[in-house]
Nanobody
Framework: QVQLVESGGGLVQAGGSLRLSCAAS????????LGWFRQAPGKEREFVAA????????YYADSVKGRFTISRDNAKNTVYLQMNSLKPEDTAVYYC???????????????????WGQGTQVTISS
């Protein structure tokens, strides 16, 4: 079990960039696979990106591929989501998630993650 806190959200214009951070408490952070999800008003929670325990493998939703980059720093117990070329349709609450057993094969399903942060709002204006 791990506790997660997101930060870095805000309001930016289309075409701009944001970097989200998710800080985890506890030890053995490197044992957890990590993911980012988002949820817009009136829509279901959507998979964004995931990263393996070592950071050597990543997985992205088609809607963000080429624009977003997920990374992790196990020494700092932190996972990041670098978001570039932002679009109004990226507006959502962004959540990070962690699981000690999950592989990237199942990381697109939010129900497979046992630990979640409370989210950070990202708003992109046109």
């Amino acid at each position: 079990q791990v506790q997660l806190v997101e930060s870095g959200g805000g309001l930016v214009q289309a075409g701009g960039s944001l970097r989200l951070s998710c800080a985890a408490s506890g030890r053995t952070f490197s044992n957890y696979a990590l993911g980012w999800f988002r949820q817009a008003p009136g829509k279901e929670r959507e998979f964004v990106a995931a990263i393996s325990r070592s950071g050597g493998n990543t997985y992205y939703a088609d809607s963000v591929k080429g624009r977003f980059t997920i990374s992790r720093d196990n020494a700092k117990n932190t996972v990041y989501l670098q978001m570039n070329s932002l679009k109004p349709e990226d507006t959502a609450v962004y959540y990070c998630a962690a699981d000690p057993n999950l592989t990237l094969l199942l990381a697109h399903e939010s129900a497979n993650f046992r630990s979640w942060g409370q989210g950070t709002q990202v708003t992109i204006s046109s």
